[in-house]
């Protein structure tokens, strides 16, 4: 599977594009934006060598191996995404706003993708950013089913800058259904299923509401009902970044003094980093594809799903430079290398000496958005309480698996708060579906937050989000935790008639 690194002097010089993406964003800067036909994308598998044992895993390309798509804001998406599995699958444009029906999700939006099966998308385009696609069907997403998503800014067509895609995933060789069944089946049986070891303490659970209203038992562990939080609760085989591991990382050429732009999207399925530049300054201009004032640093928190877009200036000398992301609460870590032509690259092992602390909402409170929602009044609040049993392994919302769902409801062009009050002993990054929200309190502390798909509220945390209700139909809010999501934590935000 090939990830597209565009060198954009290339592109500027004429030079033959390399890529279907290359060649698409090569017509836009030249100005010659051509009515296009749609860009096929290829839902399929692929055999992935980790760690010198082979995988299958799906692939998610164009049919000249391209892996996602690379667009620019103000044309159409325009994609035929054909199903080449022997078995339903169905892909969402994470972060994109399409009309409800095309947004991917099986039971709210549009019926799963039938075995060589073939659906046609075409909408608008007008927010650039970094986003990402992935399927909403099972727990597929586990084993790659996902690919990056990336919307150019017309405006920026000019920049002397080389775009830098690092797409970031939890890899396991085992089944994940089996995964998600010991989770489930709970307690004791935990070393054997890639399931973590390292929470033999019970967190606490929820608000003592089970989905069918009764006071929630404990589970086994009951009497030692300790406040430990738990960080990571499945065990992977490897992390990877652009499929790849330290043992044989991607090593993106970049001219001595060249100025990057880091495009960072965390595809994992249950795993928070925290991305590390090494000896580079980085300064964070995007969140989930969307403009923040920036923020200088050399780390930066990213939760499941989330996006970071890092600019970075090289030295003007010659050199290698690992780009890490290191497992929060751990020291495993995965990473790409940014290399002169002449640059050294020294191997790093999987495992740092730094272990990343848990990701919560330090960066967050820093942000703020460079264009933020408009000031008005709030027509509609809503709660939302993150509820659950780590012991059970059941993940609510109210209290409610999806299918006993109370949907949330908004009427078109109100303008809608949430506040999400996580009561478990786990960190959820919650993401709506349709909608560009602003972070507007943390922990009921106001702030002009980041504009956003998805935010991670921590352990007994409070994070309220606001968006104005612009587009009707049925939209998917959840944990994306996938194995939270696959066990209850999914909603609805529905638009009244
Ligand atoms: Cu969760």
Not at 66 to 83: D, H, I, P, R, Y
Not at 283 to 291: K, R, T
Not at 456 to 477: E, L, M, Q, Y
Request: with cysteine; charged share 20%; glycine share 10%.
């Amino acid at each position: 599977m090939k990830f597209g690194q565009i060198d954009r002097r290339q592109l500027l010089q004429g030079v033959a594009c390399f890529s279907l993406a290359g060649c698409a964003l090569d017509r836009f800067v030249t100005g010659a934006h051509a009515a296009s036909s749609a860009t096929v994308l290829n839902v399929d598998s692929r055999v992935l060598d980790v760690n010198g044992k082979a995988a299958k895993v799906y692939g998610l390309t164009q049919p000249n191996g391209f892996a996602g798509l690379e667009t620019a804001a103000g044309s159409n998406f325009q994609v035929s995404l054909v199903n080449r599995l022997d078995h339903d699958t169905l892909v969402h444009w994470h972060g994109l706003t399409p009309p409800s029906n095309q947004d991917g999700v099986p039971g709210l939006s549009q019926p799963p993708l039938k075995a060589k099966g073939r659906y046609e998308y075409k909408f608008p385009l007008e927010r650039p950013g970094t986003y990402w696609m992935h399927s909403h069907v099972g727990l597929q997403e586990q084993k790659l089913l996902a690919a990056p998503l990336i919307v150019h800014d017309p405006a920026e067509a000019g920049l002397d800058e080389q775009n830098v895609v690092i797409m970031l995933h939890d890899f396991t060789h085992k089944d994940p259904v089996e995964i998600l069944h010991k989770l489930r089946s709970g307690g004791n049986g935990q070393h054997d299923a890639g399931i973590s070891k390292s929470e033999g303490a019970m967190p606490m659970a929820g608000n003592g509401m089970s989905m069918d209203g009764k006071t929630m038992d404990m589970g086994t562990g009951g009497m030692a009902m300790a406040m430990e939080m738990d960080l990571n609760d499945v065990e992977f085989d490897a992390y990877l970044a652009n499929d790849r591991t330290l043992a044989d990382p991607e090593v993106v050429r970049v001219e001595a003094g060249a100025k990057v732009r880091l495009r960072i999207i965390n595809a994992a399925a249950s795993t928070n980093f925290v991305l590390d530049l090494g000896t580079l300054e980085g300064s964070l201009i995007a969140v989930d594809g969307q403009p923040v004032m920036p923020v200088p640093g050399r780390r930066f928190e990213i939760a499941i799903a989330q996006r970071l877009d890092i600019r970075v200036a090289l030295p003007s000398g010659n050199g290698g430079y690992p780009i890490l992301a290191i497992r929060e609460g751990d020291r495993a870590r995965t990473g790409i290398y940014l290399a002169t032509r002449s640059g050294t690259v020294a191997k790093l092992a999987d495992a740092g000496a730094f272990e990343a602390p848990p990701v919560r909402l330090d960066l967050e409170q820093r942000l703020r958005a460079t264009t933020p929602l408009t000031s008005r009044s709030v027509n509609r609040r809503l709660e939302l309480n993150l509820t659950g049993s780590m012991a059970r392994y059941i993940w609510t919302l109210n209290g409610r698996i999806y299918e006993d769902r109370i949907p949330l409801k908004a009427a078109k062009n109100e303008r809608v708060e949430i506040v999400m009050h996580n009561q478990t002993g786990m960190a959820h990054p919650m993401h709506l579906h349709g909608h560009i929200f602003q972070v507007v309190a943390l922990n009921g502390k106001p702030l002009a937050g980041a504009m956003r798909d998805t935010v991670i509220v921590p352990p007994k945390g409070r994070v309220t989000i606001a968006f104005d209700a612009d587009n009707p139909g049925r939209w998917a809010f959840h944990c994306h935790n996938l194995y939270h999501m696959a066990s209850g934590m999914f909603t609805s935000l529905e638009y009244e008639a």
